[in-house]
């Protein structure tokens, strides 16, 4: 109750006049100013980009690509336009540089002359890479060029996707035709497997009909073989007789006809006596025994003179020329049998050269399905030669992958993230601010029989009240004037008045044993905080002495539990930094508690300082 009694004289020194009570005011007013007007300014800058104008200038020349006249410039040009990252302005070179020189544009995007030339050159065998500038100029703004720089990429993918769509649609203008090609030489393949399973089955049948014909062929060069075998049998018997005609057949023609005539003549002595002796006894029986022997007489003669007719009637020459014939014929039937049998091995021949026909066929019909089937897949798998889908296909390979970011506990704009770091700016300079007004002890109150820590904590109270309702101040309009909207409300006013408190007490502590030495000492640990709390860059970027302080430094967990409170994260950091900050703030205390025991001891030193603020 005495450090609450303490506190309370404290501000009753502000009670009249009216500028001691606006001093006050402002001292409550310094996390607000501070804090909200850094977060005001630096909000969203980004958003904002469309309303920075910059020079495109377009000096691209068409090119032609099979025929096709292509303007990646234009085509670049009209995806600038239709991405208001920037207030694109599509001027003249000579209306950009002067405009750079005077400010009116930040800087300037040269799409050069070969732009669409070298594009094309992709679809070529010596492709070039194509490229465009950024001219920029750090006399309008450095920070600029850091956002053109950011910019960068997404002006990349730009000019990528222009470049890949220009590709894709010469490629599939060529995969059309392709796929026509393929489709014609697909049909070709099922009329050619159509046509050889027809062959197959021929050349299977005329291999079929020749193994019947092999038989048939094999029986005849036999039958060939047993009639040239009778035939010549024939000859031999035939020559024989030839030549024993030759030998025999004019001495018989002559004992034929000397047979003949004594036949005759004969045939006329019996006639005669038949009639000498049938004249006396015509009725007798040594007459009719008579006749009879003259009618076999006849017979006889008769016999006799047709062998003579037909002997003399042989000729040598005609036996001769009979014989030749059946020589003739025995030749004949030799070469018949030998004809048969070069007919067979013919047609063995003809059936080995169907069969391997018959097999060809059978593979060339397996091999021209086997080419229809592939040409029919790879058809399936080539690009459809409709223009519509080709030209949906070009675009997507022009831009073949889609980048998804997610983003487990986003933050929304770029002053939202920062506000843990400026809040943690702010409440740090109202610690430096309210000791240059409010005292850090109550001298009577020192001199006499109050505890050292009564002493202490009265001389931190009054700035810990105003620090309390300045952080409200400052949460409270940033939340309803920009929009802060944290995950956790009440964490995050928490985390406001614990890093009020804790920087308020370091601030008290330091004012308190180092006079106005700790005013410039809370100013050094502010430079170091601001570089050493990671508030904008990840501390792994900083240089090693910074990293090195990083733990050490009370912002730190200010920035780390705001961050957790107000975008999301694990909760347990931020029960981590409130803790830490808690002990910070027991830790000042306590050290402001020893440093007013030690300050009951007079010196004159301490009755008439070296240096005063």
Known sequence: MKALHLALIELRRFGRPVLRKLALGMIVLVPLLYGSLYLWSNWDPYGNLDQVPVAVVNQDQPSTVDGKSLAAGDEFAGQLAATPLFDWNFVSE???????DDGRYYFAIVVPPDFSAKLSSLAGTSPERASISIDLDDANGYIIGMMSETVKSELQNQINTAAYTTFAKTMFGSLGELHTGLSDAAEGAHRLADGSAAADDGAKELAEGLGTLQTGSTQVADGAHQVADGVSQINVVIQNV?????????????????????????????????????????????CTDLKALAERADDVNGTVQGADETVRSLSVGEITDGAEKVAALDKGATEVAEGADRLTGGITDAKTGADEL???????????????????TAVAKLPSDDPAKNAQAADVLGSPVGVNTTNEHPAGVYGRGLAPFFFGIALWVF???????????????????VSAFSVALGGWLPAGMLGVVGALVLYVVVDVGLGLKPVNVLGTIGMCVLGVMAFSAIAHWLRLAFDAVGDVLILVLLMLQLTACGGLYPIETAPAFFRALHPFMPMTYLVDGLRVTISGGVGAHAVRDAVVLAVIFAAAVGASTLTAMFQRRWSMGRMKPAIEL
């Open 242 to 286: 030839a030549d024993f005609a030759s030998d025999t057949l004019p001495g018989l023609q002559d004992t034929v006809s000397s047979a003949a005539e004594v036949s005759q003549t004969f045939d006329n002595d019996v006639d005669k006596v038949v009639t000498l002796a049938c004249d006396d006894d015509p009725d007798g029986k040594v």
């Open 94 to 100: 000579q209306e950009a540089r002067e405009g750079m």
């Open 358 to 376: 018959a097999t060809g066929t059978a593979q060339l019909t397996s091999g021209a399905q086997e080419l229809a089937t592939g040409l029919d």
């Open 431 to 449: 610690g430096l601010v309210a000791f240059l007004l409010l005292r850090t002890f109550n001298a009577r109150a020192l001199a006499g029989k």
